[in-house]
């Protein structure tokens, strides 16, 4: 069974609360639920796992160097300038996708640039919830080929 690491950067644990106009009503327990019924029907071992801080975020990207066969990473803001995580992704042998809920290339300036898009397969942006779950379909079929 493949295993995948599902990783959720600040405040997205404040989803459902935090800027519904931008983010929308459904919570980080719901993504989680939904992708859990996904990942069953792949036949994938999947593991979630939030935090707000960067070097728990580090720290479990390289526990995952071995331990999972790949990462699907919402990193929030850190996208925009954590060079940390960034080297952390690059620093393992695990294959990568980004998600974010919303599209980056279409709101503010600083939200156009992602540090971590360089070092992962490809970039889900725009799709609100359903961005993790394409980013699950995508991982899968990186995987698979
Ligand atoms: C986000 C976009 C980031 O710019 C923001 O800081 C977030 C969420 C998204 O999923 O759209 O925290 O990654």
């Not at 404040?14 to 327990?29: A, D, F, K, S």
């Not at 859990?36 to 071992?45: H, M, P, R, S």
């Not at 980013?135 to 080929?145: I, M």
């Given at each position: 069974m ?7 950067g600040?405040?997205?644990n404040?989803?459902?609360i935090r800027?519904p ?10 993504i989680k ?6 990942a ?14 960067e070097g728990?975020?580090i ?13 699907v ?5 850190f996208t925009h300038?954590?060079?940390a ?5 690059s620093?393992v ?7 974010h809920l919303?599209?980056?290339?279409k ?7 992602s ?6 397969i ?6 609100g919830?359903?961005g ?11 995987l698979?080929?």
């Amino acid at each position: 069974m493949k295993k995948v690491l599902i990783m959720n950067g600040p405040n997205l644990n404040m989803l459902g609360i935090r800027e519904p106009g931008v983010y929308g009503t459904v919570t980080l327990q719901m993504i989680k639920q939904n992708l859990q019924v996904k990942a069953a029907e792949l036949g994938i071992d999947l593991t979630f796992m939030q935090s707000n801080h960067e070097g728990v975020i580090i720290d479990t990207i390289h526990a995952a160097h071995a331990a999972m066969d790949g990462i699907v990473i919402n990193p929030g803001a850190f996208t925009h300038y954590s060079y940390a995580i960034r080297d952390a992704l690059s620093s393992v042998d695990v294959p990568v996708v980004e998600v974010h809920l919303s599209n980056i290339h279409k709101r503010e300036e600083f939200r156009h640039t992602s540090v971590t898009a360089p070092v992962v397969i490809g970039q889900i942006a725009g799709f609100g919830p359903y961005g993790y779950e394409l980013g699950l379909l995508a991982l899968n079929q990186h995987l698979n080929s």
